[in-house]
């Protein structure tokens, strides 16, 4: 290699060598900064689609975690009103069984009848009262409602209203029904009797689709959990190798500085040449 006051290839290639070395420090120093390896589109595009991707899945599973959550507690109010209307009909029954004694005095029956009356209407108390979010299931009128179950919205759990109102398909007694005569006591004991049946079967189709929104709360909690670590995977960064890396950058950046120095003074070394 010729001696150059021109051209001083040995500090242009310590100079490449120190900037290269620079590059790879900023890059290991941004990685520890954000903890991540890939936090832009610059650092490897298709990775970071893929990222941006999961992250999208994982931001909706939020959406579908507050749908199922949201539907839990409906159906949980609905069980603990429906448990209650259960109750009432239980007490009816002891009622209405007591008034078809034929050798009831009036004055006992008419007791009995005033206490029918009010656990009666205690029932529709319950019933209307029975919501959560806007969402009652037992009241009449009642649609049920479709929560959420995945992350593209194409799928949903259905519940079902279980209309338990006076006087419906579940809890036959009906708004007005009485007690006060032997006859209307024998047909009030049937429809109670009835009406015990049907919410039992109504509450058990409640406890099930209860089971069923848990058990894929649980899974979206899960699969939202994968799909992060699965993300971190993909992007983050490991801090210990970074660490250790960054210490051989600074190191070889002092000696690259080291060796442009050296490389600077070349030119020096000419102008030996013309002393005398």
């Known amino acids: 290699m010729s001696n150059s006051v021109n051209t001083n290839v040995g500090a242009l290639i310590a100079l490449q060598n ?6 790879e420090l900023a890059v290991t120093q941004s990685r520890i900064n954000t903890g991540k390896k890939i936090a832009s589109v610059k650092d490897n595009g298709a990775i970071w689609a893929i990222a941006q991707g999961q992250r999208a899945d994982i931001g909706a599973l ?11 507690a409906a159906v949980d109010v609905a069980l603990a009103a429906g448990e209650t209307v259960s109750d009432l009909l239980l007490q009816l029954k002891e009622k209405a069984l007591a008034a078809t004694d034929a050798s009831l005095k009036t004055a006992a029956r008419a007791a009995l009848n005033e206490d029918f009356e009010a656990l009666r209407d205690q029932i529709a ?9 806007g969402v009652n299931l037992l009241k009449t009128g009642a649609t049920g409602f479709n929560a959420l179950a995945n992350a593209q ?11 338990m ?17 032997l006859t209307k006591a024998s047909n009030a004991l049937t429809a109670v009797n009835n009406s015990i049946d049907a919410v039992s079967g109504a509450l058990a189709r409640l406890g099930t689709k209860s089971k069923a929104l848990t058990t ?20 983050d960064a490991d ?23 050296i490389a600077n003074q070349t030119p020096q070394l000419v102008l030996s040449l013309f002393r005398g």
Do not use: M, P, Y
Request: no cysteine; charged share 15%; glycine share 10%.
């Open 239 to 261: 801090l210990a190798k970074e660490s250790a890396k960054l210490q051989a950058l600074q190191t070889k950046q002092q000696l690259g500085v080291q060796a442009l120095s």
């Open 62 to 72: 939020g959406a579908v975690k507050q749908s199922l959550d949201r539907g839990v």
């Open 18 to 23: 120190l900037n290269a070395t620079n590059a």
């Open 216 to 235: 894929h709360l649980t899974f979206v909690g899960k699969l939202t959990d994968s799909l992060e670590s699965g993300v971190g995977n993909l992007v």
């Open 153 to 163: 919205g194409n799928a949903t759990i259905t519940v079902a209203a279980e209309v």
């Open 125 to 133: 108390t319950v019933t209307n009262n029975a919501e959560f979010n």
């Open 165 to 181: 109102s006076l006087g419906g398909s579940i809890v036959t007694v009906a708004t007005t029904q009485a007690i006060d005569t």
